[in-house]
């Protein structure tokens, strides 16, 4: 029977204490996790302005969310060495941490994280946490079989030095923590929190659809993700080619970027179904997209699964249907009523019928009312920001 971890609950404090806090992330670019501590990290300011937040990013460049992190107070701190270079990087990581005097150590790279935590050895900090993110086992050493030895040891070097493993979902914890018994660190599930105001604002669908040279009647089957295998994207191309058999109204939009861009277009190419496919790129305006769209389509490999599935948290606080896969973990869903799960094994036919019943529901569910659940949910950027002060504080 699996471990169940339950969700940090908010509270308020008599006593508020300046806290130092470094966090080790890869760079402030377009990763998700990045994004998300972004957002926290602004929100914060509001009710935490003393608190000093600083980035380390391991990747040593330059990201897009570098000034506005800059201008809300916050410090970066890129890594002079890449983490191949392993004496040299923890030296510096080292100095960085003995040097600013920090509080809060935060590290965000799952197993990888063991590896940064030895720097902290003899460093007195008040607390270290190590949040697990994905529920893949994987480590950037570019061989299985030193990947499969390296993994338990990265495991229990992160149990040694740190004194909270975090998870974003059960999933997550149950995969890192499942197997070892422990009195010490502690474990707690934090979710992510999103920027719900995006989600207010009305779109008018007809704008999207005369800018992508659509007809105005067009059905959209929306993919938001990297474009790599396990996000499974050309599963969908399968899917539309199924749908196209029945009707000619469905056209896939496919947001993000990745190594299987180039096999989207080839295969939409083959298949014939060229000007059904429409490639964006990543996007700044997802909530405008989703709101836009018909239904959410998301066949992730179903293992690894998922560590939690950000997009389809956001895609239900645009009140969008969707098709998903069993890669997606309960967590992530706050309104039943609009996830459809189908087992990948069935193929192609059988989530482009199960699409198709969905597109002609005429009842659905009401997209105020959606954003309004999920402004009581855990995800809102309020209780999500709460809840990781509360933890900072415990």
């Given at each position: ?45 509001k ?12 990747l ?18 890129y ?11 923890l ?6 941490l ?33 949040q ?22 990265m ?26 018994r ?27 659809r ?11 089957l ?17 899917i ?109 036919a ?5 699409i ?7 009842a ?31």
């Amino acid at each position: 029977m699996k471990k169940e971890y339950s969700p940090i609950l908010t509270k308020s404090f008599s006593s508020r204490l300046p806290l130092k806090i470094i966090q080790i992330v890869e760079n402030l670019d377009k990763g998700a996790v990045e994004n998300w501590l972004v957002r926290i990290f602004i929100h914060s300011r509001k009710s935490r302005p003393e608190w000093h937040w600083t980035f380390y990013c391991i990747l040593g460049k330059p990201g897009r969310l570098d000034e506005i992190v800059r201008s809300a107070g916050g410090e970066i701190i890129y890594s002079p060495v890449t983490v191949s270079q392993k004496v040299t990087f923890l030296k510096h990581l080292r100095q960085i941490l003995k040097r600013g005097h920090y509080d809060i150590l935060h590290s965000h790279h799952d197993y990888l994280s063991g590896f940064y935590l030895l720097s902290s050895f003899g460093i007195g900090f008040k607390k270290r946490f190590l949040q697990i993110h994905n529920t893949d086992k994987a480590l950037p050493v570019g061989s299985q079989r030193l990947n499969k030895m390296l993994l338990g040891p990265m495991r229990l070097i992160g149990y040694h030095f740190s004194d909270y493993i975090i998870g974003i979902s059960q999933d997550t914890l149950i995969e890192f923590t499942g197997k070892i018994r422990h009195t010490k660190p502690k474990t707690r599930l934090l979710y992510y929190g999103i920027d719900l105001d995006s989600f207010e604002r009305e779109r008018d669908p007809e704008i999207l659809r005369t800018k992508l040279e659509l007809p105005s009647d067009a059905k959209l089957l929306l993919f938001a993700g990297r474009l790599n295998e396990y996000k499974n994207p050309l599963f969908v191309v399968d899917i539309l080619r199924e749908m196209l058999k029945e009707r000619s109204d469905v056209y896939a939009l496919f947001v993000g970027s990745g190594d299987l861009q180039p096999e989207i277009k080839r295969k939409s190419d083959e298949f014939g179904i060229a000007d059904h496919v429409r490639i964006l790129g990543w996007s700044d305006d997802i909530a405008g997209l989703m709101k836009s769209a018909d239904v959410f389509v998301f066949p992730r490999v179903e293992y690894p699964r998922e560590g939690l599935g950000l997009v389809v948290v956001e895609a239900q606080a645009a009140g969008l249907p969707m098709a998903i896969s069993h890669a997606i973990v309960k967590d992530a869903i706050v309104i039943p009523e609009l996830a459809n799960y189908i087992p990948l094994d069935l193929g192609p036919a059988a989530w482009a019928k199960k699409i198709s019943q969905v597109l002609s529901d005429e009842a659905g569910i009401n997209r105020v009312e959606a954003l309004r659940k999920m402004k009581a949910s855990a995800f809102s950027l309020d209780i999500a920001t709460e809840n990781l002060i509360a933890l900072y504080e415990e």
